[in-house]
């Protein structure tokens, strides 16, 4: 059984593992390889000791049709261009169910915490909730799994808003 990875620590890092996991790249080495980089040196990128080259920007561009900006910023789509996609690339698609799952459970600990959120920044929360959960998964297209990871979510989303609540200025206060 292989070991669990490490949290990121930049995001960065976690748009990068959020990438690998999208194209169905559970197997480290293999899409290290296909990078041209070895598979140390793409767990450094995704545990946010080192940041990509331009090389391996490039690489990701071209080999996977990654969105460069995506990758630096967040901003935008993960995709430049699906047709350069490899095929046969697991793309997960939302599972309803788990995300209003996820919808509930992010409006609930923010009533709990006393909260209030504009509609629009609650539905942000929620796709934010959504992807940590999926990135967490090995295998993000089992639903099953995905549910299970339900409540690693609540301890996080709890500790998340203990820690805004506490920070003046992030916009998260009390109604």
């Given at each position: ?80 261009d699906a047709s350069v996609v490899p095929s046969g690339s697991s793309f ?40 940590a959960l999926i990135e967490r998964a090995e295998d993000p297209s089992d ?33």
């Amino acid at each position: 059984m292989a070991r669990p990875e490490s949290e990121p620590e930049s995001e960065i890092g976690k748009r990068l593992r959020l990438l690998r996991k999208t194209l169905g790249g559970h197997d480290v080495k293999a899409f290290a390889d296909k990078l041209g980089i070895g598979k140390a040196t793409l767990y450094n990128y995704e545990k946010g000791d080192r940041e990509p080259t331009s090389r391996v920007l490039t690489a990701l561009s071209e080999v996977f049709g990654a969105n460069v900006h995506w990758i630096l910023t967040g901003a935008g789509e993960m995709f430049a261009d699906a047709s350069v996609v490899p095929s046969g690339s697991s793309f997960h698609t939302i599972k309803p169910d788990v995300f209003r799952a996820v919808g509930r459970l992010v409006t609930k600990l923010h009533k709990t915490e006393g909260i209030t959120l504009p509609s629009d920044a609650l539905y942000d929360e929620q796709s934010s909730a959504y992807n940590a959960l999926i990135e967490r998964a090995e295998d993000p297209s089992d639903e099953g799994e995905l549910t299970s990871l339900l409540p690693w979510l609540e301890t996080r989303l709890k500790r998340q808003l203990a820690a805004a609540k506490a920070s003046p200025g992030t916009g998260k206060r009390e109604a």
